[in-house]
């Protein structure tokens, strides 16, 4: 079990630029999810795939955020023209059914 | 999503048991409790979780009041390593998706 991975670690870049992060799930885990934290505040929900099926979006989720997951195995994140208010800790987390999630240690992105 | 109210902060003595409460007086009967906690710049870590019977792990145990209103997340020795900020969640049966993370509480363990 290697566990949850997230790429890259850590992301700065200038407003308005479009950033991408890479998850990759534990190998057997069919369900994903995207959360994000903000400072001092406990995650939340963006989405959740099942397989390379897109089931909920968030509203926190505008329409510069999409997320894809083909083939249902990795999946990206991608945020077009980055807002300040887009900086946060971007978490992935997956699953089995029914099974307690499993999260990633989160790529962390800064807007200057 | 029922809510929990979980004290913002407690601290603990090292080797020492730690009781972490959680109100949820909103439940429903399939909704389950689920514990996470959150080391310093780690992602969330799933410690338990229960119905309506206590339950016991190699990493805590879950206390769970008779009318469910009300849990606690019972740490039998508390180490260093376990200085975290606690999530008490409720998660509806049959519901794959979406934990509602609150502030939780943080744990404080002093040496």
């Known amino acids: 079990d290697t566990g949850v991975s997230q790429n890259p670690r850590h992301k700065i870049t200038k407003r308005g630029q479009n950033v991408t992060f890479r998850c990759d799930p534990i190998?057997?885990?069919?369900?994903l999810y995207w959360y994000r934290q903000t400072l001092g505040q406990g995650p939340e929900f963006l989405t959740y795939f099942q397989n390379e099926a897109q089931l909920e979006k968030s509203r926190l989720l505008s329409d510069r955020f999409s997320a894809e997951r083909p083939k249902g195995s990795f999946s990206t994140l991608e945020i077009q023209r980055t807002e300040q208010g887009d900086s946060a800790m971007y978490l992935c987390?997956?699953?089995?059914?029914?099974?307690?999630?499993?999260f990633g240690d989160g790529t962390r992105l800064s807007i200057l | 999503d029922a809510k929990t109210t979980q004290p913002n902060s407690m601290e603990s003595n090292e080797e020492e048991p730690v009781h972490l409460p959680c109100n949820h007086s909103?439940?429903?009967?399939?909704?389950?409790i689920h514990w996470y906690r959150q080391l310093p710049s780690q992602g969330p870590e799933y410690v338990i979780h229960?119905?309506?019977s206590n339950v016991n792990n190699r990493m805590a145990s879950l206390a769970i009041a008779e009318d469910r209103k009300s849990s606690t997340l019972i740490l039998h020795r508390a180490t260093l390593r376990d200085a975290a900020v606690y999530y008490c969640i409720l998660r509806q049966g049959g519901s794959n998706y979406k934990l509602t993370f609150g502030k939780g509480t943080l744990l404080t363990v002093n040496p």
């Open positions: 229960g119905l309506t």
């Open positions: 987390a997956s699953s089995l059914q029914y099974q307690p999630q499993h």
């Open positions: 190998s057997e885990h069919n369900r």
């Open positions: 909103t439940i429903s009967g399939t909704d389950y």
